[in-house]
């Protein structure tokens, strides 16, 4: 039987603001079909009370904080999480419930499987019948993967697109989700956000050789401002259900954060030093000549 547990995630200072990311099959131990964020949770709510057969997650308080409280079925416990750099692992098989949300409070839920209902234990008494059954114990999904974009130095800033997110209302709070190949256009290998971010300053500043993305402002807002090296465009982010997808190719810069603004990106690819294009005269360079 597998066990919770809490996780460091890296936490890169930066006087521009924090940074902290988490990578498929390495910072959590599954392959990630589904990313999803509970926000506008009122006071006194409690969310979840439920156990999945199959899926496993893990949970991350973006901002402010709340308590995680999980029942193996002979056992309980609780966890208070309110840092943006610490991540609490559940497997299936465990009853889990989120209380003490504090205000403006943010989580974010990293999901080894994508949304289906039939996954769900809802009911309590049934949940602990099952958790006697060593069979309810599963291994974990293969890894997946994309090819990559061989001429990603030809996308432009009209090849960014806004993609609307589904919101899913609820008096305890809303939940906003998005699954990998999906209703976004790509495998999610790396998830990072920024966090902290004082005003005035910039971010980005930079075009990736193959990596996708996909920008949202969970909390807050910033501008986008796009370049190809031919045509510029800046786009606003300010609603947690819209994200602005980003192809290879493209030089991006985040600014104008407001006030607690967190900056979160869902990524096709784990962290290579080489696919960063960190200059813009290189940018330039590889725009023209591909390399």
Not at 77 to 100: A, D, F, H, Q, V
Not at 158 to 170: A, H, R, S, V
Not at 228 to 254: C, F, H, Q, S
């Amino acid at each position: 039987m597998r066990r919770e547990r809490l996780i460091d995630l890296p936490k890169v200072i930066d006087r521009r603001g924090n940074l902290s990311f988490i990578e498929a099959d390495s910072h959590v131990p599954f392959s990630i079909s589904r990313v999803y964020w509970i926000y506008d949770v009122p006071g006194g709510q409690t969310r979840g009370s439920h156990a999945f057969k199959s899926q496993h997650e893990v949970i991350i308080a973006l901002s402010g904080s709340f308590d995680v409280l999980l029942d193996d079925g002979k056992e309980q416990r609780t966890y208070s999480l309110n840092r943006s750099y610490k991540g609490l692992y559940i497997p299936n098989m465990m009853w889990r419930s989120l209380t003490n949300f504090s205000t403006n409070s943010l989580c974010l839920v990293i999901a080894s499987e994508a949304y289906n209902e039939e996954d769900y234990i809802r009911n309590y008494k049934i949940f602990q019948k099952l958790s006697l059954s060593d069979a309810m114990y599963n291994t974990f999904p293969p890894s997946k993967c994309i090819e990559e974009d061989s001429a990603s130095q030809y996308n432009t800033v009209f090849d960014c697109t806004l993609l609307e997110f589904p919101i899913i209302k609820n008096r305890a709070g809303n939940i906003t989700p998005v699954h990998s190949n999906q209703n976004i256009p790509f495998a999610i290998e790396r998830i990072f956000y920024i966090y902290d971010i004082p005003s005035g300053v910039k971010r980005g500043m930079h075009a990736h050789k193959y990596c996708h993305e996909v920008l949202i402002a969970t909390s807050g807002s910033f501008e986008v401002e796009l370049d190809d090296g031919t045509n510029k465009r800046t786009v606003l982010l300010n609603n947690p259900m819209i994200g602005l997808y980003i192809p290879p190719g493209v030089w991006a810069t985040e600014k104008e954060y407001s006030s607690g603004a967190i900056c979160l990106a869902l990524a096709s690819e784990k962290y290579k030093s080489e696919d960063y294009i960190n200059t813009y005269s290189d940018f330039k360079k590889y725009r023209q000549n591909g390399y």
